[in-house]
């Protein structure tokens, strides 16, 4: 307690105890009191503690009564000040309180000063105010309550509420001195909650008094919050039902929404995930990475416990510029990926497909000349076209007569030296003194009978192709002079000592077997491969046997085109005879026949006796192989069925047709048709 300040008992003896005027006269001369000694008055009394004597509202809710005891504590600084106060207000309250003229007034203003703050609050307060006296008079209605009901207070104050607000309850509280509390009602657009309790003044009724409450707001947040639990069941059965897993995570990790595709995709249940943390679950993930970046990942595969393979997308979720969390959306890509196998193979056989067309479409002009079906001849070109879009050498190897040469000229002129010249050297037709000065020329002089200086076909093929037939014919001397210019592209004329350097593509060719010559010493391994760098192989007209019929149609209509006469037509039997026969000169020799054949031919067809023997008796031969091997075939216990198939099959290769077939065996050729297609014999197999 302040040094100064002094605590005094005051007995109350006025006889209506501190009520509203009395309360005022103290405050009054409180007021008055503390300006004079410079201190301030404090009263107390049970629960009530230093409360300022100078408010009139606090010191009438104190309900003071006559004979009561109260203390009055007076703080000041002057001791003497203080002391002198605390006695004039003791004695003051002691009094009696009589009022004269002048302090009625200062007091009715007071109160008057109290009243005008008690309807400011009143107005200013955020609930409706509406107070009815015993008489049920309107005396309090504040600008709220204006506000809810929709009239002015000059409306209805001073006025009996029964006839402004018939419907109101103030007059049955009053009455019944029973509070009607959360009595909800709508007025206009207003929903009001009214609570009316009477007023009780010393056991008497002096009327009621109703708090209204508007709560339109909160009813209207309350429909808003219904509607948002509506939606949030409506995404949730949204989120529910798509076939894609999600999954909600917080800023720390805690899963807090999972639907039940995610369940299943990742084979846990709603238990085993929902409030777990990802970072216990797989610290490694990219949901974690997303949580630490916030960054999102899109499109991660990653393979689940349960060997399912997914898809996912996970974006963050970011508010007001903070990681607040994730969504991680997943698919099942495990048939997907199957799938996606099964397109790669597709896309792959299309791939080669694709280079299939293109190789056989690229082949150029060039290869226009080169007549075949067969796959091998077709895969030979494919290389070929490949090899003339580089300068790279081209080792081109196989029999006499399989079209090596064509091949070459193929290559250079669907290259991009086709205006060049195309020079041709056969290594073996030329005596080995002679290669050399062939090859690389010489200079006047160099040998007595050179008169004048001599290109050499290495010079004449200057930014063209130079073929080189019959590589395998070199001499070892030869050989080291041309590794130099396979090497280097420059070599020496024969007698001169100059460089020549020379821009050519080299084209070597071989019917010869190149790895035993390397083996038995006779051609150079460095030599060999320096020209194998691209090798063609030409596989025998044996071995492609598919492209005889093509090759003899081709021929035949060139070479009657260059006889000048009318085209002609090959017997089956003939055709036969050819594509039996084993062509060891191989293309050269089926041209060469073909060529002798119609030059010799009276009249258009060609029919086996026009065949030389030896073609055909190689035909022949072949015939009595198969009967030779069919009686080899009878010797062994066949059952009955075999033999028949065998003598049809036999028939059929022989013959050609059902029909004929049928009339060499006696039998129709429907008969023929059906054992065919019971012993299941194509006519594909029969052909050799
Ligand atoms: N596929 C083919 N289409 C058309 N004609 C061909 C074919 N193959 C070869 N010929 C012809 O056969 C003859 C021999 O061909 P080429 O001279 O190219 O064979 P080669 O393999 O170089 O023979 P050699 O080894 O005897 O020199 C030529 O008249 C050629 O036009």
Redesign the pocket.
Known sequence: MNPNSILRKVMIKHKKGLHARVAAMIVQKAVELQKEHEVIFKVQKGTFKEVPLTSILLLISMRIKAGEEIEILTIGNDVIETKEASEKMGIYLESDFDYDQTSMNSIDNLLQDNILTAENIFNNIGNGLLVIDENNIVTLFNTEAERLFGITSDQIIGKNIKEVMPESELPEVARTKKPKIGYTQNRGKYTIVTNTTPLIVENETRGAVSILEDISKLVKISWQLKEIKELKEKYQLILESVQDGICVFDHKGKITYVNVAYCQIVGKNLKELMGKNIHDLSPEGDRVKVLKTGQPILGGISEKENGVTIVANINPLIVDGQIRGGISTIKDITQLQDLMEKLNQISAKADYLQEELIRTKRLGPAFD????VSGK?YDSMAIAAKASLSNYTVLIR?E???????IAEAIHYSSARDKEPFIRVNCGAIPPTLLESELFGHEKGAFTSAVKTKLGRFELAHKGTIFL?EIGELDKSMQVKLLRVVQNKEFQRVGGEKTIKVDVRIVA?T?QNLEELLKTGDFREDLYYRLNVIPIW?PPLRERKEDIPV?VE?FAEKICKDLERDSIILEKEAMHALIQYDWPGN??EL?NIMERTIILLDGDVIRLGHIPSYVVGNHQENMNKSVESLITEMDHELTYEEYEKIIIKKALKKHGSYNKAGKALGLTHNTVAAKARKFNIRFEDLID
């Not at 000349?369 to 075949?372: F, K, V, Y």
């Open positions: 000349r080169i007549i075949g001849i196989g006499s007569g399989t079209g090596k040469e064509l037939d060719a019917n030409l090759l081709y293309v050269r041209e």
